[in-house]
């Protein structure tokens, strides 16, 4: 199973697998569900998740009803436990729209949606984040994970979502970290995908964070705190939701 996802996820085209995997994933479903771990966005309990990951994937993370990643399960967590996400009307920019997400924030009656990508098909507005099509002060909050380790120019990009941030607004912008790295490695040589994957974890990926992640936010404008707090919970809650050990939550304030 851990060599067939690794071979799917790097062989085919992340649009195709937006579209077609969750169908099959639904009937992979039925034969895994049990006791031990739950999903929080779904609702649905398992033996365990799926393995994911590209080169060694990981085990017990993916939930096969909500695609949900561990990281995503952490963010639901952490939205609901320390923001008014879920409680007070927000106008909603969701930049690279995670399916695990998509019909439950459509749903919710607080929520005025919009999705934006460059190449998906579940989005709403096809947009490139460094140049967002909407004026200033647009939108109360904005989702944009695993995102800015594929851009050009990442201060740039953080800095148009600050642009469409209303005063007071707020953002959550999650990236892949090496946290044994002091400053993010970035070498624009490093043209090969082999050696890119080696080096930044992806053959798409053109930089590598370190933990001056939350300087970089700052340069584009925003107050930013970063939480820890997946590693304030019970290790039950851990255990329950498989959710990242050591993930720092970056919270992006427009002032």
């Not at 469409?164 to 607004?169: A, D, H, N, Q, T």
């Not at 300087?215 to 404008?221: I, V």
Request: net charge neutral; with cysteine.
């Amino acid at each position: 199973m851990k060599r067939f996802i690794s071979f799917v996820i790097r062989k085919v085209p992340r649009k195709y697998l937006q579209l077609f995997s969750h169908h099959l994933l639904k009937v992979v479903s039925l034969f895994m569900r049990g006791k031990n771990v739950t999903c929080p966005i779904c609702e649905i309990s398992y033996r365990k998740f799926l393995p994911y990951g590209r080169l060694n994937p990981r085990e017990n993370a993916l939930c096969p009803d909500s695609l949900s990643l561990e990281r995503h399960r952490l963010m639901w967590l952490y939205m609901k436990e320390k923001t008014t996400f879920f409680t007070s009307p927000h106008k909603l920019l969701h930049i690279a729209p995670e399916l695990c997400f998509i019909d439950k924030f459509k749903a919710m009656p607080n929520i005025d949606y919009t999705s934006a990508d460059l190449e998906s098909p579940l989005a709403d507005v096809k947009m490139d984040v460094h140049d967002i099509p909407f004026e200033d002060n647009t939108f109360d909050v904005v989702f944009c994970n695993h995102v800015m380790e594929h851009v050009d120019d990442d201060i740039r990009a953080m800095s148009e979502i600050h642009r469409v941030l209303k005063p007071g607004g707020w953002a959550i912008i999650q990236s892949p970290q090496d946290y044994s790295r002091a400053e993010t490695l970035e070498d624009p040589t490093i043209t090969d995908p082999k050696e890119r994957e080696r080096v930044y974890w992806q053959n798409d990926h053109v930089r590598l964070f370190g933990l001056d992640y939350g300087k970089r936010l700052e340069k584009a404008g925003f107050k930013v705190t970063e939480d820890r707090y997946v590693m304030e919970l019970p290790a039950e809650t851990v255990r329950k939701y498989a959710l990242p050990a050591n993930e720092i939550i970056y919270f992006c304030e427009k002032g």
